[in-house]
């Protein structure tokens, strides 16, 4: 299972938010570079970066952030937030990023998000699916839609996509456990999908049940942030 550290960006800083409500910021210092250099020297491997206030401008705005943790370490990047058009995902993999993943844009410009997955590839895109009781959640989480979360994944690997990261809207930065039994469904419900779990880690406990439902990855915020979750013991999964 791959261990996946978060770093969230909001005006160059690392934050975590609850719920994805940006009025429920926290701060957990003033320099990603020097974060993602620790998960590096820990012997961590990827990174999951977003830029959240990308996300709600709608275009990519911490694009330095980025650049600067690209160049200057060797983690292998997941970028998200803000990455709506063309020009934005050339940003995002012109300034460092391995990986670009794509929710919003995958539900209001299914087009759009298609042909990046034709031009860049099934391992250079990933899917976010973030799900409110089972139903796909957009906008920051501000909108639900009528989309089932199991089956718009599966409507996608149709179409080639393997990496998926689905985030359980009403577990994020809570820390009270991950969605296990949604994970285990969309597992089954769709053979061969690469599932990076996002939402409600607490404790080692949590990431030894997530490793045993067979998720490919896990995303681990808050609970590090938070001193739940030790660096040494995330490097215990690498």
């Known amino acids: 299972m791959e261990i996946i550290p978060a770093?969230?960006?909001?005006?160059?800083?690392c934050v975590r938010l609850t719920q994805g409500d940006y009025s429920q910021k926290k701060e957990y210092g003033d320099?990603?570079?020097e974060?993602?250099?620790?998960?590096?020297?820990?012997?961590?491997?990827?990174?999951?970066?977003?830029d959240l206030?990308?996300?709600?401008?709608?275009t990519i705005v911490n694009r330095a952030v980025l650049e600067s943790i690209a160049q200057n370490t060797s983690l292998k990047i997941d970028f998200g937030g803000g990455v709506q058009?063309?020009?934005?995902?050339?940003?995002?993999?012109?300034c460092g990023a391995a990986q670009v993943t794509g929710g919003s844009v995958a539900v209001r410009n299914p087009g759009l998000f298609k042909?990046?997955?034709e031009v860049y590839g099934s391992d250079k895109i990933i899917l976010g699916a973030d799900a409110k009781d089972r139903k796909i959640a957009i906008g920051g989480w501000a909108e639900t839609t009528t989309s089932d979360v199991i089956s718009f994944i599966r409507d996608y690997h149709e179409q080639g996509i393997r990496y998926v990261i689905c985030t359980d809207v009403a577990k994020d930065g809570l820390l009270q456990g991950p969605s296990v039994e949604l994970y285990k469904d969309?597992?089954?419900?769709?053979?061969?999908?690469?599932?990076i779990a996002s939402g409600g880690v607490s404790s080692m406990e949590d990431l030894e049940e997530l490793q045993e439902s067979g998720v490919y990855g896990v995303i681990v915020g808050k609970a590090f942030y938070e001193g739940r979750i030790t660096?040494?013991?995330?490097?215990?999964?690498?």
């Not at 206030?53 to 709608?58: I, L, N, P, R, T």
């Open 53 to 58: 206030d990308g996300a709600k401008a709608k």
């Open 186 to 195: 969309i597992m089954q419900a769709i053979p061969g999908v690469k599932l």
């Open 231 to 238: 660096l040494r013991e995330l490097a215990s999964f690498v």
């Open 115 to 117: 042909q990046w997955l």
């Open 7 to 13: 770093i969230d960006i909001i005006g160059g800083k």
């Open 85 to 94: 058009s063309d020009e934005d995902i050339e940003t995002a993999f012109r």
């Open 31 to 33: 320099n990603p570079l």
């Open 35 to 50: 974060m993602a250099q620790k998960f590096e020297q820990a012997g961590i491997k990827r990174l999951h970066l977003v």
